[in-house]
């Protein structure tokens, strides 16, 4: 949008009423009960963005050729709205996902969204589908995205991209409550290599990870978790989730940003908060063979993983093709709780955080 900002609205003349709503926002599965609206704007090369809109959610109408269908130009985001005892609605951080909206975007030769033109989206699909934000313990799950929409068959950058919003109503990640999950360490496949798109969230990411989530699942785990590509050895991230480890001095041991693993927003907030509450954070590398005889010495206390989606969950167990060890006595520890606590405090506007974590949104 290369002038102004301004965005029609075309309400959803078949919006659902308040009884159907509140029946399907009682127990939604993840990601399968979505809002009435949705936003969109376009970009064309020498046009910049322009026509801003937020109508009924609808399918997408795309030619065949349509690039993104070919070459997979697409990326997206992953954020949240929240209510507060008192009504109100509150999104976490939703700058740093304009930013790595923006990062994922030029790594992908895709254009930038200005970090105003992304929260104003935001915005406006949580204002007209705030009825949708669930009160108590759910959130409302908001997606982000945006795709390369040029007709043509040829490999180079789109000139034409369309970014959407979409959202839905979600309770937990993984059903269980304090229930520490079980992962499997894939020694097959990797996610994602030094100079790869590993610190894009990128759909192709998302794809290449799913034969070994499979695995995963086969073998009985809920989660996959990749090694580095060059040596298999070294812990990165799981298919979807940063990974924390805690030794038994307290400190926390998670993988560095080498740009094969993507800079999660939850994983830094957990850093930050850790250390404000006085843990020793180390960004370093560390090995599946130290994760086994860590986890069997009782050097590792606990392990978890964290995400928009899954917040801060404990493992509780690891296997892979020749091994199978439990972190501590197999369930959700200390630290992980404290964290998690603390973090979800700050993101229902419960408690104060550090400054800029809360934004509200005018209803």
């Known amino acids: 949008m290369t002038q102004q900002t301004t965005f029609s609205l075309e309400p959803n003349p078949n919006a659902l009423d308040a009884a159907t709503r509140d029946a399907l926002m009682r127990d939604p599965a993840f990601g399968r009960v979505f809002t009435d609206h949705m936003v969109t704007i376009t970009w064309r090369e020498g046009q910049g963005w322009q026509d801003a809109k937020v109508t009924a ?24 709205a929240y209510r507060g005892a008192d009504g109100a609605v509150t999104l976490f ?62 490999i180079k950058p789109a000139s034409e991209f369309i970014f959407c919003v979409i959202a839905c109503p979600v309770g937990p990640y993984f059903k269980g409550g304090d229930k520490a999950v079980s992962v499997w360490v894939s020694e097959n ?29 086969a073998n ?15 812990v990165e991230e799981l298919g979807g989730m940063n990974i924390f480890f805690v030794m038994d001095d307290g400190t926390l041991v998670t993988p560095p940003l080498s740009g094969s693993i993507l800079p999660g927003i939850t ?55 020749r091994t199978r060890f439990a972190i501590g006595n197999g369930t959700a520890g200390n630290t992980v709780k ?12 419960q408690a104060a955080g550090p400054a800029g974590w809360v934004h509200h949104v005018a209803l």
């Open 267 to 321: 994983r830094a907030s957990v850093i930050e908060l850790a250390r404000e509450m006085g843990m020793v954070v180390e960004e370093r590398r560390y090995s599946y063979p130290e994760w086994e005889a860590d986890a069997k010495s009782g050097r590792l206390a606990e392990a978890f993983v964290c995400g928009t989606a899954a917040t801060l969950v404990a493992i509780g167990e690891v296997r892979s093709a």
């Open 220 to 234: 009985g785990c809920d989660q996959v978790v990749f090694l580095d590509a060059a040596e298999h050895r070294w």
């Open 57 to 80: 959610r609808k399918p997408f109408s795309i030619d065949p050729a349509c690039s993104v269908l070919h070459y997979g130009q697409e990326i997206f985001e992953g954020m949240k």
């Open 93 to 154: 951080r939703p700058l740093e996902n304009a930013r790595r909206f923006q990062a994922s975007a030029k790594r992908m030769a895709m254009p930038a969204l200005p970090e105003s033109l992304f929260l104003e989206a935001i915005e406006q699909l949580v204002r007209i589908d705030q009825a949708w934000v669930p009160h108590g313990s759910g959130s409302l799950y908001l997606r982000p995205f945006m795709f390369a929409n040029e007709v043509f068959l040829g």
């Open 189 to 217: 496949y990797t996610r994602a290599a030094p100079g790869g798109t590993g610190e894009a969230k990128c759909g192709g990411n998302y794809a290449g990870s799913l034969v070994a989530q499979n695995e995963a699942t």
């Open 338 to 349: 404290v964290l998690r606590d603390r973090l979800v405090e700050i993101q229902r506007n």
